[in-house]
């Protein structure tokens, strides 16, 4: 979650916990404040269930996790630029729509550039060498684990607290119980005789 669970949130025009600008709220049914998260959340599930609808229409296949977290990302145009252009800038995917024609090369480098971690930006070196299958890729590992796992991590991670993965691997090896076989005190000896009843004593 771009919110890291914070419902203040606020990043360029973006707020909330589902990190949505005042129109799509409004578009999506919220009313009152975009800070209150139940607000906030209705209009961003109406939303992804909008734009999950319009993928499946559109390319024929369920949408995953990660199809509806890079529409959400990249735009319904934007993502859709990645899956035509795989092998393009993912920049010039981004310069080719709507949005990126009105607000310019800057715009669209930074909606590639920012949506990376240093240590992937470390890795590709510069904007310019990162394709669009490249950006669904590194965006596809970020966003591999549960929601509420990835969450959790990110959350930890801001406040120095070992993830759970971290956690287990530094937790001391237990040796597993043994449970011990019980041994009765001793075991009756049959006379033989039949229809003889033998009691256990303690």
Known sequence: MESSGD????TGRYKGLLQLDDKEFRANGGTGSIFDP???????VNKLSR????FEQKYGRPATMQDLYLVHNQGAAGYGAHLRNPDAPAWQNMAGTLEGKQKGPNWAKAAIWGN??????????SVENVTG??????????TAGTPSQAMGEQRARHAGIPSE??????????????EEEYTPPF????????????????
Request: hydrophobic content about 30%; cysteine-free.
């Open 7 to 10: 419902p203040n949130q606020v």
């Open 38 to 44: 139940e607000q906030n959340i209705m209009a961003g």
């Open 51 to 54: 734009e999950k609808l319009q």
């Open 116 to 125: 990376l971690p240093k240590s992937v930006q470390a890795k590709y070196g």
């Open 133 to 142: 299958q490249n950006f669904i890729d590194e965006r596809n590992r970020i």
């Open 165 to 178: 993965v971290e956690a287990r691997a530094t937790e001391p090896t237990r040796k597993p119980r043994v």
């Open 187 to 202: 075991k009756p000896i049959s006379s033989g005789l039949p229809g003889e009843v033998i009691p256990w004593s303690q």
